[in-house]
């Protein structure tokens, strides 16, 4: 079986450049001194934003959320624009970060149909995140947290994960990687017996047409991060590629890193 992303996306994708990081401000007056000082607040565009936890006003928990959590309902902020991924349907807007308040735009979502403790999720989060949200974020160890109080007085709290912008210390570069159905034995200096990924790189040109391929398929002896690959399945992959500023010693000097499935066939050959 073959699934195809439309076109369009994948037009969309050659063009698509990385979101720089949002400037970092400094905390509000009524944030806690012990977490107000500039250089302890990360940009929010260098975290993914995981829930944690959510309450009303009285500190009663909110019910609907816990899917969220239980999922993993994650806040991603680009340059101007957030997404909300882990209910049903994925929701977008705009925002403006200025001084502890985050200003969040009318958002958009896709239009999934799902069971209804997640469309009783995808309800919450667009009912919570609009207007302004009181932000505080503070520094526990080297793992940020998150707290928006909303209108009504509700409180959501968010651990905040790296990037792997952040965590490489450089900015992806976009690519398309052809998958071959079948792993090949490969030498690794310490891991025996390593299975390797066979890739290829793939082009597309603006209208998001394929173009021929001039790569020849070669081994990868490392992970593809976020892919998971299966015997007799080739797929193609738009990816990351980061440049590992300070690598450890038995570490790659390139990280490829899962941005979207693009394409799969379960067919068992490679063209």
């Known amino acids: 079986m073959k699934q195809n992303i439309l076109l ?42 995981n829930l ?16 969220g959590i239980e999922r993993k309902l994650r806040v991603s902020f680009g340059d101007g624009s957030l997404n909300i991924s882990g209910g049903c349907n994925g929701q977008f807007g705009g925002y403006h970060y200025q001084e502890g308040i985050l200003k969040v735009q009318p958002l958009a979502s896709t239009l999934m149909g799902c069971d209804k403790s997640l469309m009783d999720l995808d309800a919450q989060v ?25 209108s009504d007085g509700s409180v959501l709290k968010l651990q905040g994960e790296a990037t792997p912008q952040t965590r490489y210390g450089s900015k992806g570069e976009v690519k398309f990687l052809e998958v071959a159905s079948k792993t090949v034995e490969c030498s690794h200096p310490l891991i025996p017996d390593y299975q390797c ?15 021929p391929t001039q790569d020849t398929w070669h081994s990868l002896y490392q992970p593809i991060e976020g892919f998971e690959h299966h015997d007799g399945v080739r797929t193609v992959l738009r990816v990351k590629q980061y440049e590992w500023k300070n690598p450890p010693a038995d570490a790659p000097s390139k990280v490829y890193v899962l941005d979207l499935v693009v394409e799969q066939d379960a067919s068992g050959t490679n063209k």
């Open 126 to 150: 667009g009912r919570l995140f609009k207007g302004d949200l009181r932000a505080v974020i503070t520094v526990d160890n080297t793992e940020p947290m998150l707290q928006l109080t909303t």
């Open 52 to 67: 944690v936890s959510a309450t009303d006003a009285s500190g009663k928990r909110l019910v609907a959320l816990d899917k």
């Open 197 to 211: 990924l066979q890739v290829r790189e793939r082009r597309y040109d603006a209208a998001g047409l394929q173009l």
């Open 8 to 49: 369009v996306a994948v037009c969309a994708a050659l063009i698509q450049g990385c979101a720089a990081p949002s400037k970092s401000h400094e905390g509000s007056p009524s944030m806690p001194a012990a977490t107000s000082v500039a250089v302890a607040q990360p940009a929010l565009s260098a975290y993914y934003w």
